[in-house]
């Protein structure tokens, strides 16, 4: 186990690394040059202009501009906006409530809906409940968040026109309602395509030999189902859950944008449409970090969960 944890750390890190490299890059390919950013388009002087590059590192190589930023990074610093002339990593705090609470929520209501649904649907194969469910099941994963957030805004300002779900907040109860009706559009799908994942799961799992003991040995179905196929099911289930909850982050900025929500997502577009590179780099590597992270967390949840992973690692 702990070679199997040391060689996904080992990864962790050279994935993290190419990845600002990327990042770095790819900002860079717009052709608009920071500095009339910075000073609005207005007419200025080569030395105003000279000092500006110097003031945002603009005036040393790439290279240099790099390795400037990855330091950065690890003291916590993200850089200054071009356009905001205030420090990225304080911009982030700002609106990272907002996000983390769309993605945490709309994480809690998908597992909290999609296990047991999918746990039901196994149950009840081919019939009524079966079908009909499946039929929800496919429309939901066919909706892209942003579709299904404009359709809730509709439906929310015909039956029910009072209910506040846009702008800003100033306590945690206006802050829930805020949220609440976003993270339901963004797990809409992932309850849709996670339940499915566990029906499929379990089917394999209650038609498997040892179930079929356990069946002969006189269990009952809850048992056989909570104390046998549950567990062995999980594993395709959070692989799933993993990458979907990858997903939300990315979605989250779609989202965030249709219910008027100050959160990373409309700060990131702005970035990208003023060719702000350290708000863009910042919020993309934040994001992607928080990817692999998930990612890396899951890979060793399996490890927990099945022993056969840990006896290929070596333990």
């Not at 994942?197 to 799992?205: D, G, L, P, Y």
């Not at 069946?215 to 979907?244: A, D, E, W, Y």
């Amino acid at each position: 186990m702990k070679k199997y944890v040391v060689d996904k750390l080992a990864q962790y890190v050279i994935v993290l690394a190419i990845v600002s490299v990327i990042i770095f890059v790819m900002v860079r390919l717009n052709p608009t040059d920071p500095v009339s950013v910075i000073v609005g388009g207005k007419q200025t002087t080569a030395e105003t202009v000279a000092n500006i590059r110097a003031e945002f590192n603009l005036d040393k190589t790439y290279f240099e501009q790099y390795l400037i930023w990855i330091k950065g990074i690890f003291q916590g610093d993200f850089g200054t906006s071009f356009q905001y002339r205030q420090n990225v990593t304080s911009l982030i705090m700002k609106r990272l409530p907002v996000t983390v609470g769309l993605v945490l929520l709309s994480s809690v209501i998908a597992l909290v809906l999609s296990v047991p649904l999918g746990i039901i649907t196994a149950l009840k194969q081919n019939t009524p409940l079966d079908t009909g469910l499946s039929v929800i099941q496919l429309i939901l994963v066919a909706c892209p968040p942003f579709l299904t957030s404009i359709l809730m805004i509709l439906l929310i300002t015909i039956f029910t026109p009072g209910v506040s779900f846009t702008g800003s907040f100033t306590n945690f109860n206006e802050y829930m309602q805020r949220i609440l009706y976003p993270s339901i559009a963004l797990a809409f799908s992932m309850i849709a395509l996670t339940s499915r994942v566990t029906k499929t799961s379990m089917i394999e799992q209650l038609n498997s030999n040892y179930t079929l003991v356990a069946k002969s040995k006189g269990l009952s179905m809850r048992q056989r189902v909570l104390n046998h196929c549950l567990k062995n099911s999980l594993i395709p289930v959070i692989t799933i859950f993993g990458t979907q909850m990858g997903v939300l982050i990315v979605g989250t900025v779609l989202v965030e944008n249709v219910f008027s929500l100050a959160g990373l997502g409309s700060i990131l577009i702005d970035g990208v449409k003023s060719c702000d590179y350290p708000i863009v780099q910042g919020i993309v590597m934040l994001l992607v970090f928080v990817f692999i992270t998930i990612s890396m967390l899951l890979d060793m949840l399996y490890a927990v969960i099945d022993p056969r992973i840990r006896a290929k690692s070596g333990k």
